[in-house]
Structures are given as C-alpha cells and as structure tokens.
C-alpha cells in the first residue's frame, strides 16, 4: 500500500540512517518503466522505493541491515538488495530512465515538482489520483520522498486542444499548499508558476520580496518579468 511506503519513508528519516538517496515511483511509474525497459518489476505494487547508501564497506552493511528491519514493519511486498555494481546501475538505469519512459505514453508533459511534509505523500498521491479522474488525464508521480519532493507529470499532447484542456495543475498545486507544501522544491517560480505565487504568499510577503530584490537590482535587468506576478 502506498500509505506504507510513506509510513516506511518517514520512520526510515527518523531511524537515525540516512540514505544518501530515497527516492519514491507510484504504480503509473513503475509500469511506465517496466514496459519501456521490460524489467520484471511487480507492476501491481501501488510504489516503489529506491534506497541507497553511502559510506565504509563495514558502515554500509549495518545500514543496509536496519534499512531492511525498518522496511520489513510495513510489509512490503518485494525487498530487492543490490549485490554488484551492475545491479546497482541496473536500478539506477531505472530510475534515470522514468523521463523518457514518460514519452511513451503521451508526447508532452507538464511538470510539478511540489513538496509536501513526508507525512502528507499519500493525501498527495490521493488528491493527483482525484484530479485523473476527475479530467481524465494521464498523471505520473515519482521524486525525492527522502525531502518530500515530488515530480508531478500531467502527460498530455500539445496540439490536441481538448487534452490540453483538461490538463489541470491549477487543483493539484492548491492541495499542495493545503497540505502544508510548496508549490515548487527544485525548479524555482520564473514565468511558468508566477501567476500562483499568490496561492502560497501573501500580497505583503510579495511585497517584501520584490523590495528585497529592488535593493540589489534597482533597474530590474536580472530576470525581468519573472516570478512577481
């Protein structure tokens, strides 16, 4: 269940282990990359995740070993372990892969990469499965679970006027901010998120930071027109 993934997630940041990367796929995800790289994943898992760690050999080991009693409280249903280097670039291939996998199903996508507390991953999964049903719309959600951060892909093809219609984000970054997120984790705001700044600030905060931004830039010439509304 997607719940205990998330669950897993949260006692693993808290556990006093800390991976050097945990990253998360929902059950589009996985099937998405499977098909592109035939893989033999369990399709039928509701996620994924992707555990590494870093460190001595010795140091490594132990980790690995409370990473797996920690993980095996939530009942996974596979626990994979990488023992060469090969089959850690096997699932690391995987993972880079998930972009272009995505351009199989639908040529274009809309990204969000929205934060959400590590708690509140299965409202958000919940609220972005609500939004596909609600516009019919392809939606694949993977990222950093390790932080909270999650890449939203609302597919779509670009010159079919009445899919690109329905590829709402607008509901998608509200429930972001309603859940105690942010609306952008990595990208930044720039011109494509500007017109939401509102969602997350206050007219004042705005305030503050464009007069914050004046100080340095009295004449407006580093990036002009971008992220104030």
Known sequence: MIDNAAAAVSKIITSGVTPSTLEFMDQACIRC??????????????????????????????EIQELAGII????????????????????????????????????????????????????MIRAVEAVKSRYQVNILTFG?????????????????????????????????IALGGTSSGEHGVGITKSAYLSYELNQAEIDIQKRIKLTFDPNNILNPGKIFP
């Open 144 to 176: 950093h679970a390790g932080d909270g951060n999650l890449h939203v892909n609302v597919l779509l093809d670009w010159n079919d006027p009445d899919e690109t219609a329905r590829a709402h984000v607008d509901d998608i970054r509200k429930q972001v």
């Open 72 to 123: 095996a409280a939530f009942s996974p249903q596979q626990v994979t372990v990488a023992q060469t280097a090969e089959e850690v670039d096997s699932l690391w291939r995987a993972r880079r892969s998930m972009g272009p996998a995505l351009a199989n199903i639908r040529p274009g996508k809309i990204n969000e990469d929205v934060v959400v507390p590590i708690s509140s991953i299965p409202d």
């Open 33 to 62: 990359v499977d098909q592109a790289l035939d893989l033999g994943w369990p399709t039928d898992a509701e996620a994924l995740l992707l555990i590494e760690v870093d460190g001595r050999l010795d140091q490594v080991d132990v």
